[in-house]
């Protein structure tokens, strides 16, 4: 069975810093594409970041960009989101999530086949 399992979510104050993980288990994703999404209270699912499967390109939402940075660990089938500056606008659920059939780094939730369960980011101002 094909999990991705999210941690590192938790309570922070504004201009604080958290290091989301995402533990692949079931399947390898050294070929696929992964990214983060995040969903607020009252509000629609969003793309956060994605990268490429071997890790070598990504993009952002302009809202985090130049604050949170993707990375990508093959060899421990693991997903990471390093989160600076954060502010009270980044509450959310965050979810990991992998495009198995996607080689390059993409921002469409449509391509994602494997989600996480999610993660809670508070930030308090």
């Known amino acids: 069975q094909v999990q991705l399992v999210e941690s590192g979510g938790g309570l922070v104050q504004a201009g604080g810093s958290l290091r989301l993980s995402c533990a692949a288990s079931?399947?390898?994703?050294?070929?696929?594409?992964m990214g983060w999404f995040r969903q607020a209270p009252g509000k629609e699912r969003e793309f956060v970041a994605t990268i490429s499967a071997s890790g070598s390109t990504t993009y952002y939402a302009d809202s985090v960009k130049g604050r949170f940075t993707v990375s990508k660990d093959n060899a421990k089938n693991a997903l990471y989101l390093q989160m600076n500056s954060l502010k009270p606008e980044d509450t959310a659920v965050y979810y990991c999530?992998?495009?198995?059939?996607?080689?390059?780094?993409?921002?469409?939730?449509?391509?994602?086949?494997?989600w996480g369960q999610g993660t809670q980011v508070t930030v308090s101002s």
């Open positions: 079931g399947r390898t994703f050294s070929k696929s594409a």
């Open positions: 999530a992998a495009a198995s059939r996607v080689i390059g780094a993409t921002v469409l939730s449509s391509q994602y086949d494997y």
